[in-house]
């Protein structure tokens, strides 16, 4: 019997359990209305995303027959099923929360999602308008029969499925695909609420067939894995030919048009819709009845995360407006005034509390247009689809700066918008690399090179986050801005290193995966249980979006057993199981959910009362450690070491929407004890960003509460 059986929690399960804690705040009262359905809609998003990614893994293992187990030891039929219990359990809870709880609560604030039946003749009369003129001229059915073999459904759409008698009693199927490009949520033209799209093509169906008689009409939604999606390079066969040059964007280009005809892996159907229907329908888009899913609700919840309806901002949580970094705040209107603030010392950037625009935003606009600019060097992992960054850097290589940015095509479900930013920039004249061989490049860097009084001076940001303007006042990322001469020096090697294709084997400072991350983290963790057995401060804090990496896994059971405190902040799947008996009682495991999406990584070593602090890219997955290029820079200056140290303060001492682990791999939301206030980690970086600290009475009743 394997003795590390009980010492991993299960991947797949523990992604669900994540998606669950987003539901339980899509459950939550005391969350703005419109906030959780927009909550909703992204357990809608994790479960499809879930599909795609792990359930069609499972579905391919299966398939092979794969006798490979788990961390925890179960086979992949094990997962899978384990996995659909717990997906159709969270399918009927939030079907029920939606249709008995958010609903209602929508009509009782004035915007109901009214079905089409409840409507009056008016209504009705006035939509049938719309439809006709709005919806049907778009609209293409397409028929099932011995001459029209069943069309190809593509992933995540919206159809209709009707089944229509004809003069001789049977039945003929046709396909009307919902078009994405008129809105899900019609709004009545009286105000009076809203419908759905599907019903509004449903009830109208006999202007598209006039002659049409007795009828059903169904909605049904299909899910494909990601199998055609270039996970990560592939390795060359030692005896292939060596790979043409530029072969990369044509192998992803065509793994991207074989992704849209990847093998279904999911069928969504209304509860209406006939056992016999169904099984005919998963028969002809290829799956078995148990990837059959349905649901009393909306199918496709992710659009309820679109769903909005002006003039009702107590609906919504009060915006958030990110503000400007203090040291920025003043700076003078010239391109080199932002380089000179750098130059008197590091800042530590906080989004979406510190505004994106005015810092890293500025710092490469400023770049691109300060004549004393040299060069710039940037790495693109995922941007917006209006980059002004990416304006920057055309900007820049018409000013005649040297600009080079490496490109990862890789990056899953980014492949197509990547490649054409790619092929844009070498158009206005950049240098563009495409990835390194065998890896993905998740490296988030930038470096620019200033000719300052005869020498050349190098400035660098070093972030968490990609470099994307809109995501940046979403997710919760933290940042450096530098110009220390040894960071920088360490960052533009590794730049050499990703231009030019030929790996180094030393970094300075700086922790590179696959090169020495994995390994610097190992020693960093083994120094601590040293310290703690030898009675000198010991304890490691890190917060990370994902923890599964078994060999960290384990030297954290070993640091834990020599005695080392360990606070892990995960805000997603986390296969350590935290405070069991023996194992890892010293290990505290946290995952706090809010407004933002925590996506930062940073870690802390207690190094014997002289902490050391990192701040990268990287999570301790073994994707990110093995199989990808990550960066992680030590944190130099003492001032923005205190300012993590304060930061992660705030994480420590939220007891409203922090979720702890227990030993059975529960998450149990922490409330505030007694009369202890509130303290949301992102409610109270909010304020402080806005300049409004934590009153002195709540100070003392948080330090009481302990």
């Known amino acids: 019997m394997n003795p590390e059986l009980g010492q991993f929690a299960n991947r797949e399960l523990s992604w669900l359990a994540f998606a669950r804690r987003v539901l339980a705040m899509a459950a939550n009262v005391d969350v703005p209305l419109f906030e959780r359905l927009k909550f909703a809609g992204i357990v809608g998003m994790l479960h499809d995303e879930f599909f795609m990614k792990r359930m069609s893994g499972l579905k391919r293992q299966i398939a092979k027959q794969s006798s490979k187990l788990s961390l925890d030891g179960r086979t992949p039929r094990e997962e899978f099923d384990a996995c659909r219990a717990e997906l159709l359990a969270q399918t009927a809870e939030i079907a029920e929360l939606v249709e008995e709880t958010l609903r209602p609560a929508l009509k009782e604030a004035g915007h109901p999602i009214r079905s089409y039946e409840s409507l009056t003749k008016i209504q009705k009369k006035q939509l049938r308008r719309y439809f ?45 695909k919902l078009p994405s490009n008129r809105p899900r949520w019609v709004p009545l033209p009286d105000g009076s609420g809203l419908t759905r799209l599907e019903q509004v093509i449903a009830a109208n169906i006999d202007l598209l067939f006039p002659k049409i008689g007795k009828h059903e009409v169904h909605l049904f939604r299909v899910t494909r894995g990601a199998d055609g999606a270039p996970t990560a390079r592939r390795p060359q066969d030692d005896d292939s030919p060596a790979r043409e040059p530029g072969s990369i964007v044509r192998q992803v280009s065509g793994e991207l048009k074989a992704r849209r005809f990847a093998g279904a892996v999911r069928l969504q159907t209304d509860t209406t819709m006939s056992k016999a229907r169904r099984k005919w329908l998963a028969k002809q888009v290829g799956v078995d009845l148990d990837d059959v899913y349905t649901t009393s609700t909306f199918l496709a919840l992710s659009d309820l995360a679109d769903f909005q309806v002006e003039g009702d901002s107590s609906l919504y949580f009060t915006p958030h407006k990110p503000r400007k970094h203090p040291r920025l705040d003043t700076l003078e209107p010239t391109p080199e005034a932002i380089f000179e603030e750098i130059a008197k010392g590091d800042l530590l950037l906080h989004h979406p509390y510190h505004d994106f625009e005015s810092s890293v935003g500025r710092f490469i606009e400023s770049a691109a247009v300060d004549p004393s600019v040299l060069a710039i060097k940037l790495t693109i992992y995922r941007t917006s689809s209006d980059s002004p960054i990416i304006r920057a850097l055309a900007d820049a290589a018409r000013n005649g700066k040297q600009v080079a940015v ?301």
């Not at 980014?414 to 844009?424: L, M, Q, R, T, V």
Request: proline residues 5%; glycine residues 8%.
């Open 132 to 176: 006709s003129e709005s919806v049907m001229p778009i609209l293409t059915p397409l028929a099932v029969d011995p001459e029209h073999p069943f069309p190809f459904v593509s992933n995540l759409g919206l159809n209709l499925g009707a089944w229509i008698d004809d003069a001789e009693g049977q039945s003929e199927f046709i396909r009307i």
């Open 406 to 706: 490496l490109v990862e095509i890789t990056a899953r479900f980014d492949e197509a918008p990547n490649i054409a930013w790619g092929k844009y920039l070498e158009n206005e004249g950049v240098h563009v690399s495409y990835g390194v061989e065998r890896l993905k490049t998740h490296v988030k860097l930038c470096l620019v090179v200033r000719e300052e009084e005869g020498k050349l001076v190098r400035y660098a940001h070093a972030g968490t986050g990609n470099y994307n303007a809109r995501t940046a006042r979403l997710y919760e990322d933290c940042g450096i801005l530098t110009a220390n001469d040894e960071l920088c020096e360490d960052i533009s090697q590794l730049f050499n290193s990703l231009t030019s294709a030929i790996p180094q084997t030393e970094y300075g400072q700086l922790l590179v995966a696959p090169t020495n991350m994995r390994e610097r983290f190992i020693e960093l963790v083994r120094r601590e249980a040293k310290s703690a057995r030898e009675g000198r401060p010991a304890g490691i804090c890190a917060k990370m979006n994902q923890l599964q990496d078994p060999k960290m896994i384990r030297e954290l059971y070993a640091a834990s057993q020599a005695g080392v405190k360990i606070e892990l902040f995960v805000r997603g799947l986390c296969c350590l199981c935290a405070g069991v008996p023996g194992l890892s009682e010293n290990i505290r495991l946290t995952s706090v959910i809010g407004r933002f999406l925590e996506h930062s990584r940073i870690y802390r070593f207690e190094n014997e009362g002289d902490p050391l602090w990192f701040l990268g890219s990287a999570d301790w997955m073994k994707r990110n450690l093995s199989n990808r290029v990550e960066s992680v820079i030590p944190v130099i200056s003492p001032a923005v070491c205190a300012e993590l140290e304060a930061l992660i303060d705030v994480y420590r001492n939220d007891n409203a929407s922090a979720w702890d682990a227990d030993a059975d791999g529960r998450y149990v939301k922490r409330s505030p004890k007694g009369d202890a206030p509130r303290y949301a980690a992102q409610e109270v970086l909010i304020r402080r960003a806005a300049g409004d600290p934590e009153p002195q009475g709540q100070k003392d009743k948080r330090k009481r509460a302990g």
